[in-house]
Each structure stands twice: as structure tokens, then as C-alpha cells.
């Protein structure tokens, strides 16, 4: 009966190395080939090193802006059903989530020198009255820059005086602006040459992503800002 108590002492010691010797190789201890403990419950998707996302600028641009440039990303609507975007600075001044866009021209003004935003207003081309337009963007100030993006139809009410004042903004395409075209373009009051900033497709039923409709278009870069002494 006296052994009792060191058996028992033995015992736990044994025990207690046991233990220790167990946790040691389920913790992959030095020189153990079993694996490590957190190993067993990780998946092969979460082990592998993920790719470093590409890093993205204002407005989702690639690459920033010089100084003295505003950055810029816009796109038509799709067909009827998916709105345009226009966004300034990582600002979105137009868009269905905004509930500013509507069918037809969808066009913000911005001031060229701080590039605030001033107005921003959707024109019906299909239905609507073109003389909201043209009170529009007659009485633009000089250095306004004019973002505009189609949306369903963008041309139907369009008449000569609405598509020689775009020209005069500095748009190419707007003598050729039709039915149901998609149309991107940004253009300013004052400009001597015609935009860099312009992208046009033609309603056509041999070449329309979608049934009646050409493909949405998508525009972005860096548009320099106004010396507030011009």
C-alpha cells in the first residue's frame, strides 16, 4: 500500500510526457514529419499566395492624372436597360444608383477651372421637348466642359441648331448622330479643335450587340484643367 502513492506519481509523470510528446508533433515541432495542426483545416485555395491586385486610381483609371488634370470615366447605357455613368474626380456625377439619368442625353456641365460640378440633367431625345436642351447649353460660359453619354436614343429630336452647338463644342460625330447610336463625348465651351474625348457606334442590325441596340461604350482620361485667367 505504501508504493500507492509514488506509482501514482510515476504515473502522472507519464502522462504528462505523453501529453506533451502528442501535442508537440500535432504542433509540427522540430523535426516532425507530421504536418502542423493548422494545416489540417486549411483549405488549398487559402495556402495558395494571392495575386496583388492591380492598384486603381480616381474614377477606377490605371494610371493617376498629371497635375492639373481632371481624371474621368463614362459609359453609355446599354441598350433600354442599363443606365450611363459619368464620374469626375472619383466623383459620380450621373448614374441610375444618383437616379439622375433618364433616356436620351444625359449631360453634366463642370466648371473647367475647379472642376466643380454645375448642373447635371437628363434630355428625353425619343419624346421630349428639344428646346430644354437647347436652353441648356446655349448660355454655357466659356471654359464649361460638357460631359455627355447616350442613353436608348439620343438623337430623334435632335435638330440643326442642337447638333451644329455640340460641333461647336468640339464634337466630330454629331452631323452623324441617329437613331438608337451610341454616343460618348466631352467637349467645352470656347475649344478652337474638336475633342479628343469622343466615341460614336452606329445603330446597326448586322453589327448591334444587343437586339436593337449597339454595344454600351466606355471612355476615360485625363482632361486638363482651365487657367482661371483664360
Known sequence: MRLAGPLRIVALV???GLTWVVVSILLGGPGSGFPRIQQLFTSPESSVTA?????KYKCGLPQPCPEEHLAFRMVSGAANVIGPKICLEDKMLMSSIKDNVGRGLNI???NGVSGELIEARAFDMWAGDVNDLLKFIRPLHEGTLVFVASYDD???KMNEETRKLFSELGSR???ELAFRDSWVFVGAKGVENKSPFEQHVKNS???NKYEGWPAALEMEGCIPRRSAAR
Open 108 to 110: 453634366a456641365l463642370v
Open 14 to 16: 507519464i502522462t504528462v
Open 205 to 207: 442590325k448586322h453589327t
Open 173 to 175: 460625330n454629331v452631323k
Open 154 to 156: 439620343p438623337a430623334t
Open 51 to 55: 495575386e496583388p491586385r492591380a492598384r
